[in-house]
């Protein structure tokens, strides 16, 4: 047993060695290291820039479109002759070219689109906000996850030293007869049972570093190497109210934003739809000329081809009006779909909100409870960590029995445990709370 007990004792000097040499790994790293590695933010920046590239200036929109065609073509047999434009028989070589231009003058639906791919691009970089404020709520809870296990491995490890202790002493007493040996067996019972308590808390603690590393997708850095940075605990709870909060959030949380131009982009698809009801005035020109050869009349001469080109030319210029007057009830169909749309987006804006304001009074409700609750702990660790001072005092006068002594101790790590929970859980949500009222962790 004795060499059971120095085994323990370097392996937890060579822990406390290991923890010592462990990277302090702060919050803010977390965040930034999430950031820049998740290929989700990278997916949201190319969102914005796929919209920022939709986007086009009204002024460009009117700028003209200009095309040009030509066309090398053989007529065998009767034929159209270009020349004289009556019927020949003939083999006819013809060249075609023409130059086509046109431009909307008058097209109400070049600013309306203009202005909804403007909306657009803001309701893409509110996207990202939002998925990068969802992830930081997400990151902030397996962060505290692990500062409680961290905080609790420290309590255990603690009183471990207590039973080892405890378990010597009751060994030597037994050795020379003033303890009976079923004390031994009850000690050895609660020290395995605080050892096996230990290596779970580790194994959890493993597992949630684990997991905090996987979710800010860091590759080559073991859990073991890393150790988080205490936030503080909070000895006060906010006394701010969950309205108060609310109307806050809803200005700043980027999904209410996000939500609210995803709106205005269904009001601007109504306008863009009942566009179809007007007019639109366009202006067209047109230059060709053509140049052709008789093949089947060797002795037929004909002018040579740029002479051809600058005799053949023709241009044709002129304003369209273009008023739409039936098309199928298309139109009313159209902008009855865009308005239920618009009706369907109104929704899950206030959809948005309502999850919000019940996030925050659920969360505020949570934070309260858990304020009052710590100081009822408080007090009654004060009294655990007396009862069990005293039943320590007695059990080594051999006053009470080691089943009595290990009920003392379990209730005082019982109350340690509940208060300490309480207290990260109460500064976990004053985090939580700040972020969703300011969009921030300051």
Excluded at 152 to 170: D, E, H, P, V
Excluded at 211 to 219: F, G, H, K, R, Y
Excluded at 276 to 301: E, I, M, R
């Amino acid at each position: 047993m004795n060499r059971l007990l120095l085994f323990l004792i370097m392996l937890f000097a060579v822990i406390g060695n290991n923890v010592s040499a462990q990277e302090v790994w702060t919050f803010s790293r977390c965040v930034e290291e999430g950031m820049k590695n998740n290929p989700e933010f990278q997916l949201r920046q190319l969102d914005i820039l796929s919209a920022e590239t939709r986007h086009r200036s009204p002024v460009m929109e009117l700028l003209p479109k200009v095309g040009f065609t030509g066309t090398h073509s053989y007529s065998i047999g009767s034929t159209i002759n270009p020349a004289t434009n009556s019927r020949v028989s003939s083999n006819i070589q013809s060249d075609n070219f023409a130059l086509n231009a046109n431009m909307d003058l008058i097209n109400f639906n070049t600013f309306t689109q203009a202005r909804r791919d403007k909306i657009a691009i803001l309701k893409a970089k509110a996207d990202k906000e939002a998925t990068a404020a969802e992830y930081q709520l997400s990151l902030l809870e397996n962060y505290f996850n692990v500062l409680y296990s961290q905080e609790l491995l420290k309590i255990q490890t603690s009183q471990f030293q207590n039973a080892k202790f405890n378990l010597a002493r009751i060994e030597k007493e037994v050795e020379i007869g003033s303890k009976p040996q079923s004390d031994l067996y009850d000690m050895q019972v609660s020290y395995a049972q605080e050892e096996n308590t230990i290596v779970e808390t580790r194994q959890l603690l493993y597992n949630q570093k684990l997991l905090l590393l996987q979710l800010i997708n860091v590759t080559g850095v073991s859990p073991n190497d890393i150790v988080l940075e205490n936030f503080g605990m909070l000895d006060n709870p906010e006394t701010k109210t969950a309205t108060e909060i609310f109307e806050n959030a809803i200005q700043h949380y980027p999904k209410i934003r996000s939500s609210q131009l995803n709106e205005a982009i269904s009001e601007k698809n109504i306008k863009i739809q009942k566009n179809g009801y007007l007019p639109v005035v366009s202006a067209f020109y047109s230059y060709s000329s053509f140049y052709y050869l008789p093949l089947s009349q060797p002795g037929n001469k004909v002018d040579p081809f740029w002479t051809q080109l600058n005799d053949n030319k023709n241009h044709y210029m002129g304003l369209q009006l273009s008023v739409p007057v039936f098309n199928g009830f298309r139109n009313r169909r159209d902008v009855q779909l865009s308005k239920v749309e618009n009706q369907q987006r109104r929704v899950e804006s206030e959809q948005e909100k309502i999850k919000l304001r019940q996030t925050i009074e659920q969360e505020t409700a949570k934070r309260e409870q858990n304020g009052i609750l710590a100081q009822k702990l408080e007090q009654t660790r004060t009294f655990a960590q007396k009862s069990f001072e005293t039943t320590q005092s007695k059990f080594t006068n051999g006053l009470v029995n080691v089943i009595v002594f290990t009920t003392s101790k379990n209730q005082l790590l019982t109350t340690e445990y509940n208060l300490l929970k309480a207290k990260f859980t109460m500064s976990y949500l004053h985090f939580k709370l700040n972020f969703l009222e300011f969009n921030s962790f300051d």
